[in-house]
T-cell receptor, first 114, second 112 residues
Framework: KNQVEQSPQSLIILEGKNCTLQ??????????LRWYKQDTGRGPVSLTI?????NTKSNGRYTATLDADTKQSSLHITASQLSDSASYIC?????????????FGRGTQLTVWP | EADIYQTPRYLVIGTGKKITLECSQT?????MYWYQQDPGMELHLIHY???????EKGDLSSESTVSRIRTEHFPLTLESARPSHTSQYLC???????????FGPGTRLTVT
């Protein structure tokens, strides 16, 4: 069964600290992996998209890594800010259909305290 | 900023009412999607469209229906709302061969 598992479920850190969120997936075949940020009551916003051949991608203070062999990804946030408080969702797309079906994780709820 | 608009943003209605959730986009994207999301849970695809007059059901069974008469609009209708329909509904678009999906702000529906 194709699944996307994220850990931890929730995380609290102090402003300025770094953190790393994890994503493990069993989706096969694999096309790409995305990380989204979703603020409360809003739609998800894309942070990074990585294909099979990419193992790291950065977007400002956000750096995503991908190990397609172990089917693991991480999202590292550097020097956290209060505005980073949100849910971070890992999404994996297969290449088995023209739709490029997306498999969503449940997200990691990050809270940044001052 | 996103060029995807959803109205209303919040809706509280009674059981049995007919409702239509609006989604419109100004990006000219051919593909549009409706997702349902409960608090703390993953997004589930309930409908999608590849273009005008093309609609398909998604992975999660839904009593809602959709239409795609114009590229810009992808409304979702519930003929008779029930408390089990209480959820957040998110509209998204994508264009061409891009992997990227752009999400609207969502509609938070509460059926009493």
């Amino acid at each position: 069964k194709n699944q996307v598992e994220q850990s931890p479920q929730s995380l609290i850190i102090l402003e300025g600290k770094n953190c790393t969120l994890q994503c493990n997936y069993t989706v096969s075949p694999f096309s790409n992996l995305r990380w989204y940020k979703q603020d409360t009551g809003r739609g998800p916003v894309s942070l990074t998209i990585m294909t099979f051949s990419e193992n790291t991608k950065s977007n400002g203070r956000y750096t995503a890594t991908l190990d397609a062999d172990t089917k693991q990804s991480s999202l590292h946030i550097t020097a956290s800010q209060l505005s980073d408080s949100a849910s971070y969702i890992c999404v994996v797309s297969d290449r088995g259909s023209t739709l490029g079906r997306l498999y969503f994780g449940r997200g990691t709820q990050l809270t940044v305290w001052p | 900023e996103a060029d995807i608009y959803q109205t209303p943003r919040y809706l509280v209605i009674g059981t049995g009412k007919k409702i239509t959730l609006e989604c419109s986009q100004t990006m000219g994207h051919d593909k549009m999607y409706w997702y349902q999301q409960d608090p703390g849970m993953e997004l589930h695809l309930i409908h999608y469209s590849y273009g005008v007059n093309s609609t398909e059901k998604g992975d999660l069974s839904s009593e809602s229906t959709v239409s795609r008469i114009r590229t810009e609009h992808f409304p979702l209708t519930l003929e008779s709302a029930r408390p089990s329909h209480t959820s957040q509904y998110l509209c998204a678009t994508s264009g061409g061969d891009s992997y990227e999906q752009y999400f609207g702000p969502g509609t938070r529906l509460t059926v009493t």
